[in-house]
């Protein structure tokens, strides 16, 4: 049983409009999305940033930047100065555009990238991981041996902005997901100075099992419920 | 190359997994999860999934759900799922038992390429270097020779490296490789060729191990 309260709860988790939520994104921002592919992307959020800000020279930190997601109309757009991910191969345009000099990529192996937001958000600056040892994605970057293994070092990440998505919000901020739409999202919510998160639903507190939640609202600033596009 | 080629390399590998936590890589790899024996090995989606069932029919078919290669998937009783960096963790940390990966090139060291060319721009590597870094046991699964015909089991790798001294298991469509005390051993090899012509396309350093014998792929297939 929940102790009987004099005041109903309310976090400093605000729900905006879109609008309003994208507003607080400063210009040449460095900004998380959440996603795999085109699942968990925030498509809705992105819509508003394509549609109702001037945002530009953003450098995005995303997985990808897939073909059927709003992250490619930001991309074709020339509005995106540096993206930092894992797998760019399968965006022809990415491609050519990195080619002609008009985006810079930082790759990352998937791992040490989910890592490097994991522990960014959490505090830490580098960690070593014996992904990448030997290989020409550790070139220029310091290695130290544990255990007779090879490890390299790598900085961890933080951003001004994560945009994420999640399935439900309850009224105090906390989140759930759903199935492999998660990947990413959880850890960019930790992983930013201003996290704003776009959901289906808004849901009364006490009615998330506490024991489900998955990024409680202390990751989170602003939800937005998505309506349809 | 005949499909019936990729469905033998495919089918060999599942013969060598019969229970635990297995990944799949892209190619080649994603057809050993049709001969899986079901319910006994577990297939894990660095996406998040522990627990990926069988491809969905149409109604089935849920955009919150899909698989590494960007593919619908269903699920199994058992499922859970968890965000990218837990996935990763489980990787790398070694809960992984096998991985199945596609390969360009490996060495007789047990050096792997496979995620990158040499003289083109190299924006994707996924999920490559942590799997077979981090996973129990590395199979590649692979044709034995690429499509310009040349050698793929190799002295050293001449592409970028995904992993240095991690692969397990070789299986093309014409041999079964296993490293053993840092060492390449075939055990086993198709009828349809000699030793003297796996030797010319096998450039790698390698022993016949004691347990060495020779395949023939159509009955094999024809079996299953």
Redesign the interface.
Known sequence: MHSELENPIKTNVQFLSVDEAIKQIPMSATMLVGG?????VPEYLLQGVIDRTQLQDLTIIS?NI?KETNLNVLFQQDRIKKAIG?????NKE??QA??EGRIE?E??????F??A??LGGSGVPAFY?????????AIGKETRTFKGREYVLEQTLFADVALIKAYKADKAGNLI???????????MAMAADLTIVEVGEIVEIGELDPESI?TPFAFVDIVVKREEL | MEKSMKEYIAWRCAQELTSGIVNLGIGIPTLVADYLPQGLVTLH?????LGVGPDPSPDQI??????AG?APVT?LPHVS?????I???M??GGHIDTTVIGALQVSEQGDISSW?IPGK??????????LV??AKRVIAAMTHLNQKGEPKILRECTF?????KRVDTIITEYAVFKFRDQQLWLVEMSDEITMDQLKKITPAYYEIASDFKTFNRKELINQR
């Open positions: 795999f592919g085109a699942t968990g997985n897939t894992s797998y760019f191969t399968t990415v491609v990195y080619r990529i790759l990352l192996p998937q791992g040490t989910s890592e937001i994991r991981t014996p992904t990448a040892a030997g290989t020409e994605l997901y759903r199935k492999s739409a998660r990947n990413f999202n959880p850890i998955v | 989606s660095e996406n998040g999934i849920d955009p919150d759900l899909v698989n960007k699920v799922y968890f965000d990218s960096s996935s990763f963790g990787m790398r990158a721009d190299v924006l994707g590597v996924g999920g490559a270097m942590d870094v981090g970028p490296l995904t992993a240095k």
